[in-house]
């Protein structure tokens, strides 16, 4: 029973457009989201993350949206560059709840072609 | 400024045998976890520790132990290798609250 859900195994975009990678989750006690990127034979790196009571946060050219009522949150990139090809994961945590350990999604591999 | 350390990078072992991934962080983080990432698959969660001397099972501890005997270390032990235990590794901390740092990861094989 997958909490969090990230249905497209991989996107491509063209250098200089909008990249928007979409994750679900199931858990209403979820209350903290993040992205994490990640490069072959390196481990994740944080990305950016939201606070169940916000519904954006950015950073740079990146923002992460939070539609609650959905249980959907989506990453933008904008403008997507060829070093952003990587694995996104979408992670989430019940921060105010015991601080309970992060659950992630799949993965996106995101492509960017220049 | 070394973070989250991971030892050994890759490793091949045979059916049966057993071995440590070592795991250490250098910036006092209480939480500490392991992760192992399968192709095509999320990170799942194995075990987890909210401070020396206490460890949690994650959503798949069979075949795996720990120990947190420091605030520093966390070792993850395999007792008996199985080829389903093939996977990259993945060791992080985190102060409460707040991201998760991970290490560069250890490439597992069983044969």
């Known amino acids: 029973d997958q909490q969090v859900k990230q249905n497209s195994p991989s996107l491509s975009v063209q250098e200089g457009r909008i990249s928007i990678l979409n994750c679900d989750y199931t858990?209403?006690?979820?209350?903290?989201f993040l992205w994490y990127k990640k490069y072959p034979a390196e481990g994740p790196t944080f990305l950016i993350s939201?606070?169940?009571?916000?519904d954006k946060n950015e950073d740079g050219r990146f923002t992460v949206f939070l539609n609650k009522s959905a249980k959907h949150l989506s990453l933008h990139i904008v403008p997507s560059q060829p070093g952003d090809s990587a694995v996104y994961f979408c992670?989430?945590?019940?921060?105010?709840?015991?601080?309970?350990?992060?659950?992630f999604g799949k993965g996106t591999r995101l492509s960017v072609i220049a | 400024n070394a973070g989250v350390t991971q030892t050994p990078k890759f490793r091949i072992l045979k059916i049966g045998q057993s071995m440590t991934l070592q795991c250490t962080q250098d910036?006092?983080?209480?939480?500490m976890y392991w992760y192992r990432q399968d192709p095509g698959m999320g990170l799942k969660l194995i075990y987890y520790?909210?401070?020396?001397?206490?460890?949690d099972k994650g959503e798949v501890p069979n075949g795996y132990n720990v120990s947190r005997s420091t605030t520093e270390d966390f070792p993850l032990r395999l007792e008996l290798a199985a080829p389903s235990q093939t996977s990259v590794y993945f060791c992080?901390?985190?102060?409460?609250?707040?991201?998760?740092?991970f290490g560069s990861g250890t490439q597992l094989s069983v044969l």
């Open positions: 910036m006092n983080h209480n939480y």
């Open positions: 992080a901390s985190r102060p409460l609250g707040e991201k998760l740092f």
């Open positions: 992670a989430a945590s019940r921060l105010n709840s015991g601080n309970t350990p992060l659950v």
């Open positions: 520790s909210v401070g020396a001397g206490i460890t």
């Open positions: 858990n209403s006690m979820f209350d903290y």
């Open positions: 939201i606070s169940s009571i916000k």
